[in-house]
């Protein structure tokens, strides 16, 4: 089955920056949306950033002017870079599509000193 494969997660430091990427382990046809979401224990799952096959891009109030989310439509693959982090964003990252199989596993990203 196809899956969804995150990486770049992992400790970051206050103030820092990590880059996060997913990409699917074979062919997904006709993907429109992709993006991130983030989930912290005791809380709902937030939304991060999303981004259209045609570049629209939607964010979080909490990760606007921070993070940027883009896409390699050739390769079916969404980016999400994190600059200025901050402990609150610390949670578990999950790439999202809005085609089978819809979700990531998840990576978890840590901020703090």
């Known amino acids: 089955q196809v899956q969804l494969v995150e990486s770049g997660g992992g400790l970051g430091q206050p103030g820092g920056s990590l880059r996060l990427s997913c990409a699917p382990s074979?062919?997904?046809?006709?993907?429109?949306?992709m993006g991130w979401y983030r989930h912290t224990p005791g809380k709902e799952r937030d939304l991060v950033a999303t981004?259209?096959?045609?570049?629209?891009?939607n964010y979080g109030d909490s990760v606007k002017g921070r993070f940027t989310i883009s896409r390699d439509n050739a390769k079916n693959t969404v980016y999400l870079q994190m600059n200025s982090l901050k402990p609150e964003d610390t949670a578990v990252y999950y790439c999202?599509?809005?085609?089978?199989?819809?979700w990531g596993q998840g990576t978890q990203v840590t901020v703090s000193s």
């Open positions: 999202y599509v809005d085609v089978y199989p819809y």
């Open positions: 981004i259209t096959r045609g570049g629209r891009t």
């Open positions: 074979g062919s997904i046809f006709s993907i429109n949306v």
